[in-house]
Nanobody, 118 residues
Framework: QVQLEESGGGLVQPGGSLRLSCVAS????????IGWYRQVPGQPRELVAI???????EYSDSVKGRFTISRDNAKNAVYLQMNSLKPEDTAVYFC????????????WGQGTQVTVSS
């Protein structure tokens, strides 16, 4: 089992910034996908930004140019810098890590609430 702990959520005004952090209990180097998803009540969870297994990044069209994903392998941490936040970015943000050890194993954090409101 891999535990993922998110932090950094909160209330911010439109146009503001937040930085989310996710720390894993295991090395993230061996995760073939790691990154961030978000979910609004009543809607499916959606991809925000991830690192793929070749260390390329993938972003949702709705956050391109505003959000940046980064990682620190030494700290087993993944970050999401969110700038120019909009009310529609309001959601619970989840950290996800996917490993392959003969079968795909998917791990999720408990989520952190981000609210963008004036």
């Amino acid at each position: 089992q891999v535990q993922l702990e998110e932090s950094g959520g909160g209330l911010v005004q439109p146009g503001g910034s937040l930085r989310l952090s996710c720390v894993a209990s295991a090395t993230i180097v061996s995760a073939f996908v790691i990154g961030w998803y978000r979910q609004v009540p009543g809607q499916p969870r959606e991809l925000v930004a991830i690192f793929t297994n070749d260390l390329n990044t993938e972003y949702s069209d709705s956050v391109k140019g505003r959000f940046t994903i980064s990682r620190d392998n030494a700290k087993n941490a993944v970050y999401l810098q969110m700038n120019s936040l909009k009310p529609e970015d309001t959601a619970v943000y989840f950290c996800n890590a996917r490993y392959y050890t003969g079968s795909v194993m998917d791990f999720w954090g408990q989520g952190t609430q981000v609210t963008v409101s004036s």
